[in-house]
């Protein structure tokens, strides 16, 4: 059952060296700045955590992945301030994921838009189903996926980000993201897919965690920068949220 909670739910579980980590929101699996905060904050815990050896990230329901960011915050933004923070919120999240010594899991069960693609681009491995499409929307509303892009990039080329970026009502379907390298695994279903999964988390989980650990670093070679670079495309994105086109464009999208 969804949650029903206006900040959205996040859970942790921790299992024989597996955390599990479970968001949720009512609006499509969707983020407001208080739930990117506190994703935040959790792959940082986890990442201290010797009992843990790898992270699963997943979402709530058989629906929606993830709509990406509080379409309802992003038309509050009144000031450059309130707009760098709210684009910093999934900038530090795909720097806490960049920066966490343990491998993540990324597990996909449906449609993904904007941020949600870039949270799947920052996990090291992903699952996915045929129901997995994604989209980003950005540029159709006035702005651009500039703090997800360097995560989408990494994992998919810049072609297939550009095919992303100026398609934007488009949806590229699960195939389409598994062949340009987004996702590992498209499964037919849901329970497919998690049987497979469970699988190879298990099997994953014994082996020893200072070869995964310098897996993942090796992996994320050439992004120490991202720290500077994202929260520079979040005052970007800050700026065109405050631009007439853009406040458009929304007004438009409400309606």
């Not at 897996?215 to 920068?225: D, N, Q």
Request: glycine share 8%; with cysteine; proline share 4%.
């Amino acid at each position: 059952m969804p949650t029903d909670r206006p900040n959205g739910s996040l859970y942790t579980k921790i299992d024989n060296g597996v955390a599990t980590v479970e968001f949720g929101h009512h609006a499509s699996n969707s983020f407001v700045s208080e739930l990117l905060e506190r994703l935040s904050k959790e792959f940082g815990k986890l990442s201290g955590n010797d009992s843990v050896s790898l992270i699963v990230l997943k979402s709530e329901g058989e629906r929606a992945f993830c709509a990406g960011a509080s379409f309802d915050e992003l038309v509050a933004i009144s000031n450059l301030e309130e707009g760098k923070a709210f684009f910093s919120g999934f900038a530090n999240v795909i720097n806490a994921m960049r920066k966490c010594p343990k491998p993540i899991i990324g597990r996909v069960q449906g449609k993904t838009v904007g941020g949600g693609v870039g949270l799947a681009a920052a996990c090291d491995y992903v699952y996915a189903t045929v129901d997995a499409a994604i989209k980003l929307s950005e540029i159709s509303i006035g702005i651009g996926p500039f703090v997800i892009a360097p995560a989408v990039e990494r994992k998919m080329g810049k072609a297939a980000l550009a095919e992303l970026s100026f398609n934007p009502t488009e949806w590229k379907n699960a195939y389409w993201a598994k062949e340009k390298g987004l996702f590992a695994k498209v499964f037919d279903s849901i329970s497919e897919m998690d049987k497979e999964l469970d699988f190879h988390i298990q099997k994953l989980a014994t082996y020893n965690p200072s070869a995964l650990a310098e897996m993942k670093r090796i992996l994320w070679e050439g992004t120490e920068h991202w720290g500077d670079l994202l929260a520079e495309r979040a005052e970007i994105s800050g700026k065109l949220a405050l631009s007439p086109d853009t406040k458009t464009a929304l007004e438009k999208f409400k309606k």
